[in-house]
């Protein structure tokens, strides 16, 4: 499995910011595609998760404010995120994981700053 993020940079607080993360190569289901961070100095949290079945879940630091999105004929997960903070600033990684496997995909992770 292979994971392609995309979509980080600066924006300043209040403002918005889509992710792409683009999957190739998963050969099983069901699975999670999932939008974790790492801020500075932090552990890597979960932000928001999707299945392949279309269930959805969020932490609820973003719940209300970022949206996660999935193309199922390209495989594409998006994380739409409105009402930034600049505590939302942080590498932002996306992942796969088969149901009940406790092996992890990771994409290289894309980096985007709140300017206050």
């Known amino acids: 499995v292979q994971l392609q993020a995309s979509g980080g940079g600066l924006v300043q607080a209040g403002g918005s910011l889509r992710l792409s993360c683009a999957a190739s190569?998963?050969?099983?289901?069901?699975?999670?595609m999932r939008w974790y961070r790492q801020a500075p100095g932090e552990q890597r949290e979960r932000v928001a998760s999707i299945t392949s079945g279309g269930a959805i879940n969020y932490a609820d630091s973003v719940r209300g404010r970022f949206t996660i999105s999935r193309d199922g004929t390209e495989n594409t997960v998006y994380l739409q995120m409105n009402s930034l903070k600049s505590e939302d600033t942080a590498v932002y990684y996306c992942?796969?994981?088969?149901?009940?496997?406790?092996?992890?995909?990771w994409g290289q992770g894309t980096k985007f700053t709140v300017s206050s």
């Open positions: 992942n796969v994981r088969r149901f009940f496997s406790t092996t992890y995909y």
């Open positions: 190569g998963i050969t099983f289901s069901p699975y999670y």
